[in-house]
Nanobody, 124 residues
Framework: QVQLVESGGGLVQAGDSLRLSCIAS????????MGWFRQAPGKEREFVAA????????DYADSVKGRFTISRDTAKNTVYLQMNSLKPEDTAVYYC?????????????????WGQGTQVTVSS
């Protein structure tokens, strides 16, 4: 089974930065695309960023382009989401997910395994 554990969330002010981390099962990490999604109260879970199994391709939601960066460290079995210039509308629970395939995808339904989520709150 693929296991994912997120960390790095917290309470920050608008304009601040956070880096989220997701540790994945070592036996599968290098084979699969990884994604970050977020969900605010009353909203559907939405795509934020994804990275291919090779690390050579990435994709971002329009709302975070230029501010967020996804990366992976295969030696540490870890995916990161660097979040800069945070806005109040970024407030949500952020989830790490793995797709059982190497290509980047943007739909929630394309990802089969999820972490427990980490809360990000951005105040004005």
């Amino acid at each position: 089974q693929v296991q994912l554990v997120e960390s790095g969330g917290g309470l920050v002010q608008a304009g601040d930065s956070l880096r989220l981390s997701c540790i994945a099962s070592r036996r599968t990490f290098s084979l699969y695309a990884m994604g970050w999604f977020r969900q605010a109260p009353g909203k559907e879970r939405e795509f934020v960023a994804a990275i291919s199994g090779s690390g050579g391709s990435t994709d971002y939601a329009d709302s975070v382009k230029g501010r967020f960066t996804i990366s992976r460290d295969t030696a540490k079995n870890t995916v990161y989401l660097q979040m800069n210039s945070l806005k109040p509308e970024d407030t949500a629970v952020y989830y790490c997910a793995v797709r059982l395939g190497g290509r980047v995808e943007v739909l929630v339904s394309d990802y089969g395994y999820w972490g427990q989520g980490t809360q990000v709150t951005v105040s004005s």
